[in-house]
C-alpha cells in the first residue's frame, strides 16, 4: 500500500508539528471568540472538538487524495473578527456567523475568487492588515502581564 511506503518518522514529526502550530497558534482567540458570545465551557469545548475533527479529517482527505501534506486550519483573522464583533449577541447568532464566514471562505476558494483578489493586494498591505486584526490580542496580552 503507497499510504504505508510514503510514512516515515521525519514525515510524522513534521505533520504532528505543522498541526500541533496551526492549532494552537489561534486556539486562544477561538476561546475569545466563544467568551464574546456568552459560550458556555460545554459549548465552547464542543467548538475546539468540531474545529480540531473539522481540520484532521479536511487535512487527512486532501493529503491522501492529492498525495502530499494539505493541512487546512480555521481563519484566524475570522476567528479575530467574531471576538471583537461577537460582544452582546447571542450564541446561536455567533454560531451562524461562523458557519456563514466558512462557507464565504470556501465559495471565494474553490471559485478562484479569493487568488485573483489576493493578487491585486500587496504582501505588505495583506500583511499589515493581518497584524491590524491581531494587535488587539497582542496588547491584551501584555496588559495582563501587570
Do not use: N
Not at 508539528?17 to 492549532?23: E, P, S, W
Not at 471562505?105 to 504582501?123: C, L, Q, S, Y
Request: proline share 4%; net charge positive; glycine share 10%.
Amino acid at each position: 500500500m503507497p499510504f504505508f511506503k510514503d510514512l516515515s518518522l521525519s514525515a510524522f514529526t513534521a505533520g504532528f508539528v505543522a498541526v500541533l502550530v496551526g492549532f494552537t497558534s489561534s486556539v486562544a482567540i477561538v476561546f475569545q471568540a466563544a467568551q464574546a458570545f456568552g459560550a458556555t465551557p460545554a459549548q465552547t469545548a464542543s467548538w475546539i472538538w468540531a474545529l480540531g475533527l473539522g481540520m484532521g479529517l479536511t487535512s487527512l482527505g486532501l493529503s491522501l487524495r492529492y498525495r502530499q501534506p494539505v493541512l487546512t486550519a480555521w481563519s484566524t483573522p475570522g476567528a479575530a473578527l467574531l471576538a471583537t464583533a461577537g460582544v452582546g449577541f447571542p450564541m446561536a447568532e455567533g454560531v451562524g456567523a461562523f458557519m456563514l464566514c466558512a462557507l464565504l471562505i470556501t465559495t471565494a476558494g474553490a471559485t478562484g475568487w479569493f487568488a485573483r483578489v489576493m493578487d491585486r493586494i500587496p504582501v505588505s498591505l495583506a500583511s499589515a492588515l493581518l497584524a491590524g486584526v491581531l494587535a488587539r490580542f497582542a496588547f491584551d496580552g501584555f496588559a495582563a502581564l501587570q
